[in-house]
């Protein structure tokens, strides 16, 4: 069973406008959430995180909002840049196991036009 | 220099075949990471490795085996390689701080069993 969801395979934005990327988890023990950005032929690389006791962290562009009630995360990219054309994996992890094993969801392809 | 290198970054093999996949890492990380990632799916985790006398089995460890060579390097064998263990093959480390650090991934191996 898919314990990370990221149910849009894809999605494409005009350079300057908002990206925004969605996650669903079913596992009630997550208390901490990762996104990865990956870039062809290169390894996924960290980019944002927050623990279950937020609802929001952001840093720059990026902000990442978390539901608990609905299991729900979002990843926002504003302004969005075509540099910003990756695939965006939403991981979850139960951080007070402190094993580190992260839970991947599918992932997202965004583009982003120039 | 990449701080976590793979060897091969791609690799065709026949049925049967045995073959080992090698990271190393300059980081100076103790935990140690493999992943694969097939189309459509996120990555998921086939071992992982605390230190040098702690190996740990992941979501899909059957079909595998590792070796922790020293704190650096962390080796992927398929002892009898077979065709749907063609992926991409990611490896990654963390720091022994927490389990919600950031894990740095390598560049990955494309591995294709024929």
């Known amino acids: 069973d898919q314990q990370v969801k990221q149910n849009s395979p894809s999605l494409s934005v005009q350079e300057g406008r908002i990206s925004i990327l969605n996650c669903d988890y079913t596992?009630?023990?997550?208390?901490?959430f990762l996104w990865y950005k990956k870039y062809p032929a290169e390894g996924p690389t960290f980019l944002i995180s927050?623990?279950?006791?937020?609802d929001k962290n952001e840093d720059g562009r990026f902000t990442v909002f978390l539901n608990k009630s609905a299991k729900h995360l979002s990843l926002h990219i504003v302004p969005s840049q075509p540099g910003d054309s990756a695939v965006y994996f939403c991981?979850?992890?139960?951080?007070?196991?402190?094993?580190?094993?992260?839970?991947f969801g599918q992932g997202t392809t965004l583009q982003v036009k120039p | 220099d990449a701080d976590v290198t793979q060897t091969p970054r791609n690799r065709i093999t026949k049925t049967g075949k045995r073959i080992m996949l090698e990271c190393s890492q300059t980081?100076?990380?103790?935990?140690m990471y493999w992943y694969r990632q097939d189309p459509g799916l996120g990555l998921r985790l086939i071992y992982y490795?605390?230190?040098?006398?702690?190996?740990n089995k992941g979501e899909i460890s059957d079909g595998y085996s590792v070796s922790r060579q020293a704190q650096a390097k962390f080796s992927l064998s398929l002892e009898s390689a077979i065709p749907n263990q063609t992926a991409l093959y990611f490896c990654?480390?963390?720091?022994?701080?927490?389990?919600?650090?950031?894990?740095?991934f390598g560049p990955g191996t494309r591995l294709t069993v024929l």
């Open positions: 980081k100076g990380h103790d935990r």
């Open positions: 927050i623990s279950s006791i937020k």
């Open positions: 991981t979850a992890t139960v951080g007070s196991s402190n094993t580190g094993k992260l839970i």
């Open positions: 596992n009630s023990m997550f208390d901490y």
């Open positions: 990654a480390t963390s720091d022994v701080g927490r389990g919600t650090d950031t894990q740095y």
């Open positions: 490795s605390f230190d040098v006398k702690d190996i």
